[in-house]
């Protein structure tokens, strides 16, 4: 951390920035320029306290130096992190498709989605029980009757489940059901049930916030890995921007960001993103040509009677020629579908 | 809710548009025009979904007409809502101003805010005991602790206590010592606590997510009022936007545009908008000259001591003199303090 | 067109609206719903004023119906236009790369830079002599004389030039020496100029304000495409976005919505987007992934001595390694390089 | 600046950076950390450029310590600027309203609006003979003709005229006919307009760009200040954000903090930021509030015939009600109207 002194600012108050420094167990390092004498901190807690600095007289502003996450890291964890769920390695070299409807409505539709799946190759099924959703008077998901349907399609069909929880109690009930813990975007900031990811040690996928950077959401993550559960992966599924013909602007870049930046595997959201299925293949294809690890995709066998996301959905057939299209991207970029 | 044909939509595509209407329990209305044929769905169902007829063949957008709330809006409650907290009326012609530090952060810091605020005619301390923080190294609150310590600035000094909630099962607890329960900024989508708060019937201020619209936000005021409980404030705090000098853009056109849409008390918190006490005060007096009902203000008796927002905390004697201008402020908007 | 009156609104509202409709020159077609009366406004001008209807007593809202722009739309011109330039179909099949500096610097560096790209297989050149800048105290560029060195590279390596027009009086003589004009992110609501490029009748690339909807983008693109100069591509380059990390935000969303929109090639310019050359071979095959009809990448010999944009500009080497991974994803997607 | 290295960056790579900063005219000043060394670049060259070192090995991230504008900071120029025209001082301590249509639209409207405002006591009256409009079918303004008919309404009523200049070449003309040259929004960054408006050495306003940050904006003025044209005023309108209920969202921390940045007066535009006159009452006084020097207003005889911008114009009548309020804030916090 860097302590910039304001123009002019006395010997008196550079001293009391320096012993302030001491006091808090750091060492402090002079710089005087021209205009402005500079402090540095010197000292390896983290997160050092920025706001201890700021308020003292004669200080114009505080630059941090070090990135705020620490387990996350590349400089604490060099190699990729791989995820084993099912027998699919998540974050190696092949790309994973996780498919299925956005909820869990009945059984008939989860039954036939997964068999639709299956066939097309899909290993791991994405399908809700709980659904946080903007209106009180829409539907939101079928709860625990959702969960042992879920059960009852992974048995019968030897397909993996990713399912969302939103609250720390529902951890242990998806937990039973579910092999992956999904948690959404609109609760990457919560904390208490980030914690209760953390310590289920299940593996889990963390949606990045739609309002959140990249930087938050590894402050996010942090809060799982120092749980010792590092069996995550994060998802990029669009923030919100000005622009509003698109449901989320599907941020693209943040995969080679974030596969520089962290060791985790990148999962891309293109269904959230668009909101229209019709766009879906073509981001399905970029993401992948951009490095994502997996697709999260929105596939229902009748989009038109969905309870939730149908624009979104993907038809099966559609689907299926969908996969085909970007494991030869895929194998462009040396990875294998 | 209007249905938009395509251009060169066919005849057995509008039919097929008017059966999907009437199979929902709506009625149709066609109305065609030079360049596209157009279907008003007839009804007063809400929400109604608008995925049912953007899929089918034909159909080029669905638009909707009634806004998606219903119990927050002045359609259906026209008059102010007035909510009573310790001889305060919150959302009446007073305007009042809750203040406090961050977080309860030992006996000695809180008493001594809650006696300086006292003094300046302050009657509803804030305070927080569990802080959701972006960092999990960052301190998270006192918790249980911090809830005894405001039990006991409670009955010392008489003052109401405003305190944040992060989860469903904090509720009960948090509800015994505070008054008013605050729902933070990263929990305005947390739908399980929505529901308990909704429950429990205790006066709630709930914040504006720091990216979402005002429409999400009533929407979300909508979950804690679909449980009866009507003793609810809003909270415009700041959302997040490109600019980054000021740690959020406070949005104070979303004051009379709320009050226009709604029938609850708009509270402004100038504070965590602004990032830095040094803009409080001009942004406090705008907040009551466009029309909030309160204010919601950072003080800490010791700013650079501070486990949490010391940057933007307010001195106690900087907050009194605030006060006096806000005072003025009010009185020319007609209103009093 | 539609005008939706507010619950309660009189007779007399609805035939004030009715009869404003009628002297517009326009036809009216009433729908009493069971909350509200609807009116349509039936004729086929562009764009309609909004206006003229919202603010009459009882009118609650006025929702557009047909989209605003024309000439640029599917509707109006269904095949996709091809734009050629120097024997490269810009919109075809193949996929275009221009590359080169941000700005032309000096002799030595843009004949070291031409030929490097030539020998890599590129046939357009990018480079700037007018260069807009945020501060006045950076590089603005050689002016004329910069335009003197792009017609000597061009003449003796027989690559195609594009290069930016920032007024109105540049067009003339920046239209001598390159083969496209570029107008930048900072004037794409400059309509002086979108004008001057319009009726000079030479092929323009128009980049998407870092601030601006798609759809405003089609409305600048409709101020050039209303001089009947159709040789046009649109370029998506980055929005600004709370994410900071990157320089801006890609949205690879628009390449496919755009191209079901309109009928222009879309072109996407991966440095300016990240800011950062390491990601821009990802997004680079991203792009193309999506479905973009060509790249704008910055190719610098020696990006550490730039005068400007040196952190985004790629060396010739790695540019060259690039290629021939844009290669295999266009390959993979039914394209050619 | 300060560069800071990456971990385990070599000693070569420090002296090479230390090499390049004394080549450049700098001076090096070594700070080695527990993790990383840090090296302060000293002289006061401004701007430094940031990419001639972020691009050398081991380089981690630069970091700008000062900043990028000079004739614009408090710094440079301490006391407030004041900028008479016609005899109100705009940045002293009374509150300037600026009045009128979005367009003169014909003689009849512009006189019919100048008396009604003077009568109100207005002294600047605002109209743009040039307006640009985001579709190129949209009423675009009279142009010449419109000059004349401000030259007309200046000499009859003695109000001063501000209006909007958007192309170099327009500079003489409009401010012959004049006071005030308003740069708009969409221009905020179109450099050879700035240079021009700088060179004509005339009162000018300067809005900021809708999707730029208040430093970037103070970018823009040095353009014109760098003329030595010391008479300029700042502008907010709003800036873009994803709130979509308002036109767009104002900005007022802006006010306070761009006052505390810079030496120049703070108008306000409540019009165009909300879109809408019902809500340009209380954004007008919470302008005051905030601090601003000035107000800029849209006010038509019949907003519902308005050429453009109709929805955000108040009637005569209800603007005159309007200042009364105004001006009680403006008492309240110790100014004049």
Same mark, same amino acid.
């Given at each position: 951390?860097?302590?910039?002194?304001?123009?002019?600012?006395?010997?008196?108050?550079? *001293?009391?920035?320096?012993?302030?420094?001491?006091?808090?167990?750091?060492?402090?390092?002079?710089?005087?320029? &021209?205009?402005?004498?500079?402090?540095?901190?010197?000292?390896? &807690?983290?997160?050092?306290?920025?706001?201890?600095?700021?308020?003292?007289?004669?200080?114009?502003?505080?630059?941090?130096?070090?990135?705020?996450?620490?387990?996350?890291?590349? *400089?604490?964890?060099? !190699?990729?992190?791989?995820?084993?769920?099912?027998?699919?390695?998540?974050?190696?070299?092949?790309?994973?498709?996780?498919?299925?409807?956005?909820?869990?409505?009945?059984?008939? %539709?989860?039954?036939?989605?997964?068999?639709?799946?299956?066939?097309?190759?899909?290993?791991? @099924?994405?399908?809700?029980?709980?659904?946080?959703?903007?209106?009180? +008077?829409?539907? $939101?998901?079928?709860?625990? %009757?959702?969960?042992?349907?879920?059960? !009852?399609?992974?048995?019968?069909?030897?397909?993996?489940?990713?399912?969302?929880?939103?609250?720390?109690?529902?951890?242990?009930?998806?937990?039973?059901?579910?092999?992956?813990? %999904?948690?959404?975007?609109?609760?990457?900031?919560?904390?208490? @049930? @980030?914690?209760?990811?953390?310590?289920?040690?299940?593996?889990?996928?963390?949606?990045?916030?739609?309002?959140?950077?990249? !930087?938050?959401?590894?402050?996010?993550?942090?809060?799982?890995?120092?749980?010792?559960?590092?069996?995550?992966?994060?998802?990029?599924?669009?923030?919100?921007?000005?622009?509003? +013909?698109?449901?989320?602007?599907?941020?693209?870049?943040?995969?080679?960001?974030?596969?520089?930046?962290?060791?985790?595997?990148?999962?891309?959201?293109?269904?959230?993103?668009?909101?229209?299925?019709?766009?879906?293949?073509?981001?399905?294809? =970029?993401?992948?040509?951009?490095?994502?690890?997996?697709?999260?995709?929105?596939?229902?066998?009748?989009?038109?009677?969905?309870?939730?996301?149908?624009? $979104?959905?993907?038809?099966?057939?559609?689907?299926?020629?969908?996969? =085909?299209?970007?494991?030869?991207?895929?194998?462009?970029?040396?990875?294998? @579908?």
């Amino acid at each position: 951390m860097i302590v910039v002194m304001s123009r002019g600012a006395s010997q008196a108050e550079v *001293d009391a920035v320096c012993d302030r420094i001491k006091d808090l167990g750091y060492a402090a390092h002079l710089s005087a320029g &021209k205009e402005r004498t500079i402090i540095g901190v010197i000292g390896d &807690k983290r997160p050092m306290d920025e706001t201890a600095f700021r308020l003292l007289d004669g200080v114009e502003k505080v630059v941090r130096i070090l990135k705020p996450f620490k387990l996350a890291s590349r *400089d604490f964890h060099p !190699e990729d992190t791989v995820v084993p769920v099912n027998g699919v390695r998540i974050g190696g070299k092949g790309i994973v498709i996780m498919a299925g409807p956005c909820a869990v409505e009945s059984r008939a %539709q989860i039954m036939e989605t997964a068999y639709a799946l299956k066939e097309a190759g899909v290993r791991i @099924l994405r399908a809700g029980a709980f659904k946080p959703r903007t209106s009180p +008077y829409s539907f $939101q998901g079928l709860g625990t %009757q959702g969960l042992e349907l879920l059960a !009852e399609v992974r048995a019968e069909t030897g397909l993996a489940i990713i399912s969302e929880v939103t609250t720390p109690e529902q951890v242990a009930a998806v937990g039973e059901c579910a092999d992956i813990l %999904q948690i959404g975007t609109r609760n990457m900031s919560n904390y208490a @049930l @980030l914690h209760a990811v953390g310590e289920s040690g299940k593996p889990a996928l963390l949606k990045r916030g739609m309002m959140s950077t990249m !930087e938050e959401l590894l402050m996010s993550a942090e809060y799982i890995l120092s749980h010792d559960n590092y069996r995550l992966m994060l998802c990029e599924r669009g923030i919100r921007t000005f622009e509003t +013909y698109t449901r989320n602007t599907l941020d693209l870049s943040a995969v080679p960001a974030l596969k520089q930046m962290c060791h985790l595997p990148v999962i891309v959201d293109p269904s959230h993103a668009t909101g229209n299925w019709e766009w879906v293949p073509a981001l399905s294809m =970029a993401a992948v040509a951009a490095g994502a690890d997996g697709l999260l995709v929105e596939v229902h066998p009748h989009p038109e009677q969905a309870l939730s996301d149908g624009m $979104q959905s993907l038809r099966p057939d559609r689907f299926v020629e969908m996969v =085909a299209r970007v494991r030869a991207v895929a194998e462009a970029v040396g990875r294998e @579908l």
